[in-house]
T-cell receptor, first 114, second 115 residues
C-alpha cells in the first residue's frame, strides 16, 4: 500500500534563510509525487509534482523539490524563505493504479520568522 | 478559469441529522474526490468519482455516501451525523482516471459542525 511520511510537525526558519520540508514515500510502482500548501481556512493549493525525468522539480512561488529514488524522498525546498510562506504543507503520493487516490502526509507547519 | 466550488461554506447540524455537501469541478475535469480534514487527523480520503461512477472509497462507514451527476458535479451525503463528523470537507477535481499525473485542484471546503 502506498504511504507518505512527513517527519516534522513544524519547521521554523528565519526570513531570507533556505528552507526544507521533508517527505518520504512508499509506493509499489512508479511514484507520482505532489506538494500542496494550505493557508488557514482554505483548501489546498497545488505547488508542484514529480512524474518522471529531472530529479529537481520547480514549482510555484519559488518552491522546488528534489526527488531521490534511493532514499524514497521528495523534500520541498526554497532558497530564501518569506514570511508569507508560513502555512501548512502537505506531501502526497499516488500510485497511478486502479485506486488512483492521492494519499497525503500529515502535514508540516512552516513558520517563517521576520 | 473558475476553480472548484463548494457549497455551503459552513453547515451546522445536530447529532442524528443528515448533511448534504455539494461540489462543482473545474470545467473539463471528470474526476471528483472528497476528503475529510478533521482537527489533528490530517487529510483522510473519502470517495473518488469518475465519469459518474464511484471508483474507490476510503475507510469510512456506509453512512458516508455520495454521487456524481452527468455534469460531473458531486454531492456528499452524511447520514446519522455524529459529533466526530465535525470537520472541514474538501472536494477536489482532476482529469480522469487515465491521467494519474494530473494534480488535484481543491475547493475551499465546507466546514461541518455537529452539535
Amino acid at each position: 500500500a502506498q504511504s507518505v511520511a512527513q517527519p516534522e510537525d513544524q519547521v521554523n526558519v528565519a526570513e531570507g534563510n533556505p528552507l526544507t520540508v521533508k517527505c518520504t514515500y512508499s509506493v509499489s510502482g512508479n511514484p507520482y509525487l505532489f506538494w500542496y500548501v494550505q493557508y488557514p481556512n482554505r483548501g489546498l493549493q497545488f505547488l508542484l509534482k514529480y512524474i518522471t525525468g529531472d530529479n529537481l522539480v520547480k514549482g510555484s512561488y519559488g518552491f522546488e523539490a528534489e526527488f531521490n529514488k534511493s532514499q524514497t524522498s521528495f523534500h520541498l525546498k526554497k532558497p530564501s524563505a518569506l514570511v508569507s510562506d508560513s502555512a501548512l504543507y502537505f506531501c502526497a503520493v499516488r500510485d497511478g493504479g486502479a485506486t488512483n487516490k492521492l494519499i497525503f502526509g500529515t502535514g508540516t507547519l512552516l513558520a517563517v520568522q521576520p | 478559469e473558475a476553480g472548484v466550488t463548494q457549497s455551503p461554506t459552513h453547515l451546522i447540524k445536530t447529532r442524528g441529522q443528515q448533511a448534504t455537501l455539494r461540489c462543482s469541478p473545474i470545467s473539463g475535469h471528470t474526476s471528483v474526490y472528497w476528503y475529510q480534514q478533521a482537527l489533528g487527523l490530517g487529510l483522510q480520503f473519502l470517495l473518488w468519482y469518475d465519469e459518474g461512477e464511484e471508483r474507490n472509497r476510503g475507510n469510512f462507514p456506509p453512512r458516508f455516501s455520495g454521487r456524481q451527476f452527468p455534469n460531473y458535479s458531486s454531492e456528499l451525503n452524511v447520514n446519522a451525523l455524529e459529533l466526530e463528523d465535525s470537520a472541514l470537507y474538501l472536494c477536489a477535481s482532476s482529469l480522469g482516471r487515465d491521467s494519474p499525473n494530473s494534480p488535484l485542484h481543491f475547493g475551499n471546503g465546507t466546514r461541518l459542525t455537529v452539535t
